[in-house]
């Protein structure tokens, strides 16, 4: 079988926001090559592999996005629409000297190249997220999450993952009821079961997120305490949730404030990220508005994670 490959390249600022992008435009599978990643692999104190500085330097500093699209008779019009989408990101976010190219490539080139560019990684000092395909022994108090993101977006080791997964183990009491707005792969759905969460209401606009959402639920063994479903927010009709953790963009954030009040406890926990840091301020503004307070802001890169306690009515 012949797929369409679309190649972008970028930064690693941008990276998150056009494979979101790509996989909303119908992409069958997105692959992430960041030479940010190689450099930090190989420059841990514990690292088996070595390079000297030129091989470090010939990485250079552009990420690879490729995304697969099958049945695509117009190569031309999907480049036009993925030009259009990005530079509609490039207004929000540095996509760098952005480059859109297409070629067609067979299947098996694709299906499962892309898995060398994932390995297992700490998240945090307990926290480790290992591919399925990857061996991995958990020492002395670490909590394994092993995730196969099939055809979904996300692997966890985005900036914006790793400090919403950073809140969850700072903030999530043993027995809370999470709401994960926005699931993805899961992961962060996971994390909270694994970090002592009771129950987890996930749920995502794209099917395929919510079936890998599944999927990987049942590898981790967290099934039966994660209840996925393919929707927005709104369609969570009552709820009276501990934490809603929501690793979006700021624009949904913003708009979905006045639900995220409604189905939290008083004194439950909104942990949010994909906050660019030009839109830290508004963020904040308007939940301080609607009563909440601020607990915490950490940062990573140009992404802020924002910790918010809701404080009932105003």
Request: hydrophobic fraction near 40%; charge should be negative.
């Amino acid at each position: 079988m012949k797929w369409t490959e679309i190649k972008v390249i970028t930064t690693g600022e941008a990276s998150d926001a056009i494979s979101d992008m790509l996989m909303s435009i119908g992409a069958n599978g997105v692959a992430i090559e960041d030479p940010d990643d190689i450099r930090k692999e190989i420059s841990k104190p514990n690292s088996l592999d070595y390079a000297d500085e030129n091989f470090m330097n010939s990485l250079g500093n552009d990420v690879v996005i490729k995304a697969y699209f099958s049945e695509i008779e117009n190569s031309r019009e999907l480049l036009s629409l993925v030009n259009e989408k990005a530079s509609v990101i490039s207004r929000y976010l540095d996509t760098g000297n952005l480059k859109v190219l297409a070629e067609q490539v067979d299947e098996e080139d694709w299906a499962n190249n892309w898995k060398k560019y994932y390995k297992p990684v700490h998240i945090t000092d307990r926290v480790v997220i290992k591919p399925s395909w990857e061996e991995y022994s958990a020492k002395d108090n670490e909590i394994i999450l092993e995730i196969n993101p099939g055809m979904a977006f996300g692997t966890g080791t985005h900036e914006t993952t790793r400090l919403c997964i950073q809140l969850l183990e700072k903030y999530l009491k043993r027995g809370s009821k999470v709401i994960d707005a926005g699931c993805g792969t899961g992961i962060l759905s996971i994390a909270a079961i694994k970090l002592g969460a009771e129950h987890v209401l996930a749920f995502d606009i794209d099917e395929v997120a919510v079936r890998i959402t599944k999927e990987n639920s049942i590898l981790n063994g967290t099934g039966g305490k994660i209840e996925a479903f393919t929707g927005v927010l709104d369609d969570v009709k009552s709820g009276n949730a501990d934490v809603i953790v929501a690793n979006i963009i700021a624009d949904v954030i913003i708009t979905i404030s006045k639900k995220v009040k409604n189905l939290l406890k008083t004194d439950g926990l909104f942990l949010t990220s994909g906050i660019i840091k030009e839109r830290k301020q508004e963020v904040l503004d308007k939940y301080q508005s609607l009563g909440f307070k601020c607990e915490e802001i950490l940062e990573m890169g140009e992404w802020v994670a924002i910790v918010f306690r809701c404080q009932g009515s105003l």
